[in-house]
């Protein structure tokens, strides 16, 4: 049934493993010969920031979506990432669909979640959905699964907010099973047995490639070391803090460690255009999710997008450097950019994926050289 | 949010509705003048009739349903279904997620599940993932909802097979609240309940557009009835029943009825090729749901496929003939036909979609010029 794999974590001659030597990864601080990937990511946002804008409907972002994704694949990024969320002003409460329709328009982009908030969906019908992603795009479905950081899920699903962790474990547990073998044999607490029915389609690729996104919880980097899977790291935490999550990770990983980081920011061809765009972009976002908190001043903002500060936003070198700061500092090899925090003009988010592709040939290039 | 409708039942300027008159639909053997649709629909099949072939990937099965999807369109269909089912022969058990893949390649083809299997699903996740479908196909997502009449989601989703009518019409029932409403205030027994969420995206439609699949169940027909939506019936039954189905539906309609009809058969150029070709596929997947049947054999084949029989195999001629038929007899305004009952190879299939919109076209010209 499976054809050939494209997941490097599965075949040893596929792109980025050719490079990973001992298969051991790195340690921190020192330099990785991983090829570095890098990727885009939406929650397909409509509110536009800033008073007596009109609304973007749905149907107008996912079309934005649509030609998004097929820009970066043209210039050559190598992940495009859609977020499940179930607010009135997100249109991705479904990414394998928004998927599927991005698959048909592209020709090698890999295709992910990001990510899935697996507590409150059934593993079989995840995996069902993304392996049917894998077979419609010829192999480049991926999935990144997670706690989530919104609460709007929880009560959709009728998931005890409480309960996030153990419900994440025990489904983390079933949807590797699937992954892994055809016939399930399966007991939980959160969702019916598995008597050995299969459950398919089985993918394209030998293992759908599953990552664990992880944002401040230690327990969360530990469950992903444990179990064998590669960790986003969602940059809002401080550098000491990320230290101590992949440390975390590397020191109790059972396969070759991998880190990814999920990034907010804007590029632009002026710093000034970057800040002041992106400024009314996340402080709207802001507002939206946290109605009650004090607002963003310009400072705190610059703060933020200072050079190791979490806020990828700035020109083309200016973020660069945080690049590569982030690849020597924690030795993390993808890096996925969310440029459409909070919503922004189709046209600077066009323009950010075309600077954020030219920055991913010149990081490469420039590690490439130093790593001679 | 919403924007145009493309809905017949929602939008009176649609194609259909503008012939539909007083609203009320059509009696039993009366001539209606609702504009007849027509569509193909498969369940991605892959394991092919007899011994010795090769088996057929789900990748490939999945790269012919688009194509066959994008000839429907180009051919001038109506519609294009996808039938959700959980066993190793079929590749579609995430009907959303083809359709997605499909929206992409076709530009007016209406998509649709074919059936969804409800009882086994969250509504709340159904309506997200065709709301989806239908934004990105900018108007173009329907949905079939049905108890299903294979065995295995039931115990792979955890639910009693003998508790389908009550679980089917409670989660009918939340479907057609999601439908209908932004906010849910839902209690039931079968799903977490809902105090007062927005399910998100709303679609690109008004409403989308929901059938409820009824095979021999006469409760299920008055249920769709009374829930004020149309009904397709799989042409299983013997003709009484048929009548007695249609019978009970349009007794207990609360809107206007509309009934659909969905058929398993053939077109081939000559009706030697159509018959000798389905046989082998009709008794191949016959032999795949119900190993312990006895063998159906060539005479009760033939008697399958008689002018009044179920099966619509033949030449263009012969089937037109059946259409008309139903049309006539059950007041039928849809047809779904599914060819690729069993695997067929894709040329076969192609070819009698491309008979099948000439037939379309054939069909309506002459009960057009009968209806004056």
Redesign the interface.
């Known amino acids: ?1 499976n ?1 050939t794999s494209t997941d490097p974590h599965d075949n040893p001659l596929a792109k980025g493993a050719q490079a990973r030597g001992d298969g051991q990864g790195i340690a921190v601080g020192a330099v990785p010969t991983e090829r570095i990937e890098f990727g885009v990511m939406t929650f397909a946002e409509t509110v536009p920031p800033g008073r007596g804008s009109v609304q973007v ?3 107008e972002r ?1 079309q934005q979506v ?1 030609a998004e994704a097929r820009l970066a694949d043209r210039a050559g990024l190598d992940i495009y990432g859609v977020g499940e969320h ?3 002003d ?5 990414p ?3 998927l ?2 991005i ?3 592209t020709s090698s982009i890999r295709l992910s979640s990001a990510t899935t908030v697996l507590a409150c ?2 593993p ?2 995840v995996f ?2 993304f ?3 894998d ?2 795009s ?1 192999g480049r479905a991926e999935l990144i699964v997670g706690r989530g950081s919104f609460p ?1 899920p929880y ?4 998931v005890d907010p409480a309960e996030t962790d153990p419900v994440f474990g025990e489904k983390l547990d079933l949807l590797r099973q699937i992954r892994d073998h055809e016939f399930i044999e399966w007991t939980g607490r959160h ?5 050995g ?6 993918p ?1 690729q030998d293992r759908l490639p599953l990552w664990v996104a992880v944002s401040h919880n230690t327990h969360t980097a530990r469950r992903a070391a444990v179990s064998g899977l590669p960790m986003i790291l969602g940059l809002f935490a401080e550098d000491h803090h990320l230290h101590h999550l992949c440390e975390t990770y590397r020191d109790h990983s059972t396969a070759a460690p991998r880190i990814a980081a999920q990034l907010q920011g804007l590029l632009a061809d002026s710093a000034g255009e970057a800040s002041r765009t992106f400024y009314r972009a996340y402080t709207s976002a802001r507002r939206q999710t946290h109605p009650d908190a004090p607002p963003l001043t310009p400072a705190q903002f610059t703060h933020l997008c200072r050079p190791n500060g979490p806020l990828a936003v700035g020109t083309l070198d200016e973020v660069s450097a945080k690049i590569t700061h982030l690849h020597h500092e924690f030795g993390i090899t993808r890096f996925l950019l969310h440029i459409s925090v909070g919503y922004l003009p189709h046209d600077v988010v066009l323009r950010a994926i075309e600077l954020w592709a030219q920055l991913a040939h010149h990081v490469r290039t420039d590690i490439e050289i130093h790593a001679k």
Chains 1, 2 share one sequence.
């Open positions: 049934m054809e409907s749905c149907h996912l649509l179930h607010r009135h997100f249109a991705a409460s479904a394998a669909v928004i599927a329709a698959a048909a328009h969906t059934d079989v019908r069902q959905d392996s049917t992603l077979l419609l010829s709007e009560p959709l699903f009728g969702r019916p047995p598995l008597t029915q299969g459950v398919y389609p089985r394209y």
